[in-house]
């Protein structure tokens, strides 16, 4: 089946994000792999007993977990949708059923302790990159998405005010994060060199390198994990979380500054860790 050019315009004109559009033509491409595979025919179009039978191989064959798999029925949905709307095929294969139940974790997702990132951010600061000090000291403290940092340009940020607006992808939804002294010093510290590089006068994003106008994701992996094999962009924001609930924000509170649409998301923050529940575990 030769869809891979219109299905990512399709998805394109979703308006979909590049991690995304990757992640849907990846699970599909999966599900071809396996139909063919399995039946020695080419995929020409989505079958209901079919897409039953590839979820009862991830299940109970390739034992993936209840998550993953709805990540590929949600993909599969998306393509079903997009067949029809390309006239290949008529009929809606997939549903809201077919989703496995998922259990919520009790644990909270944060894996990293106050010290731990402490010592993290120490280690950059004396690398003396303060580009690098920024962007970690900002995930930390703010809770952002590395996305949403990556994507934050000079007009939106006020280190007077202490405050910087968040934009999502589509430009359609927007709020207001605040940021602490500690952030807006270490930002501040990285404007002053930034002004001084060629890039600086072309680029409106806050984060640049050397030679590109927006820092890419990718560079800031690699630096986290120059310093921390634990620590990721991801775990300094389940870390925002707890800090935050444990020094005295409400639950709204979190949730407006860390961009959860769904306050149940936020609540994971209040559960003990799982080292902690381990430990309680014993007690019985």
Same mark, same amino acid.
């Given at each position: 089946? !030769? ?15 590049? &991690? ?22 080419? /995929? ?33 949905? *998306?393509?079903?949708? %997009? ?13 809201? $059923? ?10 909270? #997702? ?7 990132? *402490? ?9 003396? &990159? !303060? ?21 934050? *340009? ?6 007077? $005010?202490?405050? /910087? ?11 207001? $994060?605040?940021?602490? @002294?500690?952030?807006?010093?270490? +930002? ?10 060629? +890039?600086?006068?072309? @680029? #409106?994003?806050?984060?640049?390198? !050397?030679?590109?106008? =927006?820092?890419?994701?990718?560079? +800031? ?8 094999? $634990? ?7 389940? %870390?925002? /979380?707890?800090?935050?609930?444990? *020094? ?8 407006? =500054?860390?961009?959860?649409?769904? +306050? ?7 559960? #003990? &860790?799982?080292? !902690?529940?381990? @430990? ?5």
């Amino acid at each position: 089946m !030769k869809f891979t050019e219109d299905f990512t315009f399709y998805l394109k004109q979703e308006r979909k994000s590049e &991690n995304t559009i990757k992640g849907y033509l990846l699970n599909v491409q999966q599900y071809i792999k396996w139909f063919e595979a399995s039946y020695g025919l080419e /995929c020409n179009s989505l079958y209901r007993q079919n897409v039953l039978e590839y979820i009862s191989f991830l299940k109970n064959i390739k034992v993936q977990n209840a998550k993953t798999i709805n990540h590929k029925i949600s993909s599969l949905t *998306k393509f079903n949708v %997009f067949l029809i709307d390309q006239k290949v095929q008529e009929e809606k294969v997939i549903y809201k $059923t077919d989703m496995l139940k998922v259990q919520t974790a009790y644990a909270s #997702p944060t894996k990293v302790s106050e010290i731990e990132v *402490k010592q993290f951010l120490q280690n950059i600061l004396e690398s003396k &990159n !303060k580009r690098n000090y920024a962007i970690a000291v900002l995930l930390a403290y703010t809770g952002l998405r590395i996305s949403e940092a990556l994507s934050i *340009k000079l007009r939106d940020l006020n280190l007077q $005010t202490g405050e /910087c607006i968040i934009r999502n992808g589509k430009g359609e939804k927007q709020r207001v $994060t605040l940021l602490n @002294s500690r952030v807006s010093h270490a +930002v501040g510290g990285y404007l002053k060199e930034r002004n001084h590089s060629a +890039v600086s006068q072309t @680029s #409106p994003y806050l984060f640049i390198s !050397k030679k590109r106008e =927006q820092l890419e994701r990718t560079v +800031v992996n690699r630096l986290f994990n120059m310093y921390s094999q $634990t620590i990721t962009p991801h775990q300094l924001r389940h %870390f925002f /979380c707890t800090n935050a609930i444990e *020094k005295g924000f409400s639950i709204h509170e979190v949730a407006n =500054q860390a961009g959860h649409s769904n +306050v149940n998301t936020t609540l994971l923050y209040t559960n #003990p &860790n799982q080292k !902690k529940l381990k @430990s309680k575990m014993e007690l019985l």
